[in-house]
């Protein structure tokens, strides 16, 4: 491909506009649509909720005013034995409550796993986690039946999202809808990240928000609703437009949203030509949101793309109503565009995406660098998922990759690459960055027979560092405190231009040979796979290492027998010649282990379960040859948690950070780890200020307070 092909994918430019080269799967002439509110997701007595199926669609239907209503029982519980019933007394109820242009009443039913949960509509069976025990079995049983599959409540804090929305074709082809928004709380609980995470992978899924009610309000635990377009209200058209995925999640009762690329309503696939993307042209999308009453204001409207990154937004000045035509160039061969509004009182709508591809059907997500701090001559690796979304296997293919530099692409490596049907591939190039500075990558997939128009796609920008950054081991080898937890202080020092790694073996010499600073927390007793204390061959080579000019930073914690015990970093402060020592103590402030840390002017350091540091002797560390006080414990006492008596009766707040020049080398001891992913995420908090503060210092520069 050429330089120029390249570089039309970083200009937004437009050609013209492109309608008349746009093929809608399944497109037909625009027609008019009525908008429709509901709610897809709810339960009665016949699983774990309360009342009947009746006693719902009555709810819905005259207290909710709900246009239609899904009873979504779970499905294990019709297969009991005193069940079984059950699911046809639904129909039953169903059925009786239905009443076309007035009201839709709908069974269906959800399917909880361990991956995740998923609800079934219009289907003639309930399946069960008994029977369809893994989410293939369960996708098979839609497939069946004709069913309409959705994820359920996706949550990243609480399960695992069907393994991170890992694309699944079978399931591609009966999965329509996610809850964007889902309850069953009285505030929704907005799931945009994984709607954005499941576009991204590939799936073609539109946007629901549920109440999932356990109790006697459905409709009413929350204004949220799924809106569909529909030509009528009646059981086969709101099937029709979930099946399109003509649907949009509202925070809002009644607001209207359509969103639109020529006469391909959202929900539907526009395929462009490969001739089309790489000249820039146009694609002209509409937007309509209206919502009736007039005190509901409209603040913003925003066009969301690959990745959540916003490609166009305006912003609304005191209107209800709110209409616009927006041109946006397509930067990849597979791309998904959806509306996100915000209304005056931050209710979120957010539409089902139109997605524009060429006819590959391959989309390309996670595409960056892996290193988290790439280096100038340094190998590091580029990854990339390539999803073929097509039903047949794509053998042969030429994966590409270039860094763009300046709007400059430069060929850097190529790989083959065999792509099964209906799945995602894993690739991984080798990238040595040349210069410093930002960059950003394409590739270029060629696929066997059209060489003649190869597929691009651009990934992620990275900043390269040059080769002579710092050097920092985490040591994670010993058990030591927050050993998992130090993800946060990786990227903090990865932003500040050092180049962190983690150590999960043993410390030796040839460990430290590149290193320029070392960090050890506390080690952990108790039940441990690793070891909990520094043998002497490791105790000599961090000896070596400080005293030959490396920087060494020690972080304690109080005294919990049997569990914590500083005496380890005693040792290693013993082994290079230092007098300072941890003390055998907790600093407390009104019986928490929680204190704030002077650091100059500023009072909010967070430290949890810290001890003091102290002389020769547990002596006071004031006045100590050498030894800087960085900080103290602000109105804090030592404390006796362990009941040997060793505490330390101060009569000012007890130190918590202290520096000292150890040979050619620096060294600084905290009371407790600051830097932990806990304690990072403590905005009120000084914490990563002074963390950089303290790594600068070991770094070879000045000491300096906030």
Not at 123 to 135: E, G, H, I
Not at 660 to 689: F, H, K, M, W
Request: hydrophobic content about 40%; some cysteine.
């Amino acid at each position: 491909m050429s330089k120029r092909m390249l570089r039309t994918m970083l200009v937004l430019a437009a050609a013209f506009v492109l309608l008349a080269a746009c093929a809608c799967y399944g497109a037909e002439p625009a027609p008019r649509f009525n908008c429709y509110f509901g709610n897809l997701h709810s339960h009665t007595s016949y699983s774990d909720g309360v009342l009947t199926p009746s006693d719902a669609f009555q709810h819905a239907r005259d207290v909710a005013l709900l246009d239609f209503l899904a009873v979504t029982d779970h499905g294990y519980y019709f297969q009991e034995a005193t069940n079984l019933h059950h699911w046809f007394m639904s129909l039953e109820e169903a059925d009786a409550f239905y009443e076309p242009g007035r009201f839709v009443s709908m069974i269906g039913f959800e399917w909880t796993f361990t991956d995740g949960h998923m609800n079934g509509l219009d289907t003639p069976l309930a399946a069960s986690r008994d029977t369809q025990r893994n989410v293939a079995e369960f996708i098979d049983f839609l497939a069946q039946h004709d069913g309409i599959g959705t994820f359920n409540h996706p949550n990243y804090d609480i399960q695992p999202n069907w393994n991170d929305f890992e694309y699944f074709g079978g399931g591609d082809r009966v999965v329509y809808l996610l809850e964007v928004g889902s309850g069953p709380y009285r505030h929704n609980i907005r799931n945009e990240r994984a709607y954005q995470r499941a576009l991204d992978r590939g799936w073609h899924v539109g946007a629901i928000s549920c109440q999932d009610n356990h109790s006697a309000h459905w409709g009413t635990a929350a204004p949220t609703r799924t809106g569909a377009l529909a030509r009528e209200l009646t059981r086969e058209a709101i099937y029709e437009s979930l099946r399109s995925m003509r649907t949009y999640a509202t925070e809002d009762s009644n607001v209207r949203a359509f969103f639109e690329l020529g006469e391909c309503q959202m929900g539907s696939e526009v395929v462009i030509s490969r001739d089309d993307l790489n000249s820039g042209r146009v694609l002209r999308f509409s937007i309509v949101i209206d919502d009736p009453d007039e005190s509901d204001m409209i603040a913003l409207v925003q066009v969301v793309t690959n990745g959540g990154v916003v490609a166009w937004e305006s912003e609304v000045d005191g209107a209800n109503f709110f209409e616009a035509e927006v041109d946006i160039v397509p930067a990849s061969s597979y791309n998904w565009y959806y509306v996100r509004a915000v209304q005056a009182d931050a209710d979120v709508i957010v539409t089902s995406p139109i997605w524009v591809s060429t006819e590959s059907q391959v989309a390309v997500c996670d595409f960056g660098c892996v290193d988290l701090v790439p280096q100038v001559g340094k190998a590091a690796r580029v990854r990339a998922e390539i999803v073929n979304r097509n039903d047949d296997a794509i053998p042969g293919a030429t994966a590409i990759l270039y860094e763009v530099r300046e709007g400059e692409p430069v060929r850097c490596s190529s790989l083959e690459v065999d792509l099964p049907g209906g799945r995602g591939t894993a690739v991984s190039f080798e990238w040595t960055p040349k210069e410093a500075g930002e960059t950003s990558f394409i590739m270029e997939l060629v696929i066997s027979g059209r060489e003649g128009a190869p597929d691009i796609y651009p990934g992620g920008s990275t900043r390269v560092r040059p080769s002579d950054i710092k050097n920092v081991i985490i040591d994670e080898g010993h058990n030591n405190r927050c050993s998992g937890y130090m993800d946060a202080f990786v990227r903090l020092l990865g932003e500040a231009e050092y180049n962190p790694s983690i150590n999960e073996g043993s410390i030796d010499s040839k460990l430290l040979e590149d290193a320029d600073m070392l960090v050890i927390n506390v080690p952990e007793m108790g039940f441990s796979l690793t070891p909990t204390s520094y043998d002497d061959n490791e105790l000599d080579a961090i000896a070596a290492f400080v005293l030959d000019g490396g920087s060494l930073l020690l972080a304690g914690g109080s005294d919990f027998p049997g569990f914590r015990d500083c005496g380890q970093l005693n040792t290693v402060l013993e082994r290079i010649g230092s007098a300072i020592r941890f003390g055998r103590d907790e600093i407390r402030q009104e019986d928490s282990s929680v204190v704030d840390v002077e650091w100059g002017t500023a009072r909010a350091v967070y430290a949890d379960e810290a001890c003091s540091l102290a002389g020769p002797g547990w002596s006071a560390i004031d006045g100590m040859e050498e030894v800087v006080v960085l900080a103290r414990a602000m109105g804090s006492l030592s404390v006796d948690v362990s009941g040997d008596g060793m505490h330390f009766p101060y009569t000012q707040s007890p130190v918590f950070a202290v520096a000292q020049t150890i040979g050619s080398g620096r060294l600084v001891c905290l009371g407790a780890p600051v830097y932990s992913s806990y304690d990072l995420d403590r905005e009120r908090c000084g914490n990563a200020a002074f963390t950089l503060a303290v790594i600068s210092w070991l770094a070879g520069g000045e000491w300096k307070e906030q």
